[in-house]
């Protein structure tokens, strides 16, 4: 996903954009759309209240994205604009707790905690697609991070003479996946 409408529909077809009309979910996605990098994918999309305490207070809906570099919610005011990020590598938790009405998902960052009122119906689907997102990318950036430690440990051998340079480029590319 990459465009506004294409964030839109996500949370139209899985039920993660309830609360919005969607000329509004367009504007607060099209700034997401806005501030994507190149090389930065969007994963998923909901709809939800941040910072939800009460019916009368809380910080209005947001749209929001979790894409392959970071979390990012996004709201169009009358005047002005509001778009907040979250690195992934400082996200601890998620967690839920299902009330009346919404499902409150608390997001526990190395920085800060902040919270997202969804639809009660679907909060325990949007923090299962949140939480299985996460894992994924951290499982592969642990994968990454031990194929780069071998790779090095290889070529200290290889400098040292332990092992023949021969040797060192078959394990390189079996690494790499060459």
Known sequence: MK???EMYQYCLDNGFGEGMTKGSALKHFGLIEDNLQNDET???TFIGILNYESVTKHEHHH????TNKRFIIARKKFIGQSVQTVLLNLMNDININIGMV???LEFDTMKETFNVAVAKKHAVNIQESIQGYLLNIKNSTTKQDTS???LEKFK???DKGVITQEEFEAKKKQI???
């Open 148 to 150: 780069i430690d071998d």
């Open 176 to 178: 790499l996946g060459l």
């Open 156 to 158: 200290e051998l290889a």
């Open 102 to 104: 919404y499902g409150v």
């Open 3 to 5: 465009t506004a409408k």
């Open 63 to 66: 749209a929001y994205a979790l």
């Open 42 to 44: 969007v994963l998923m």
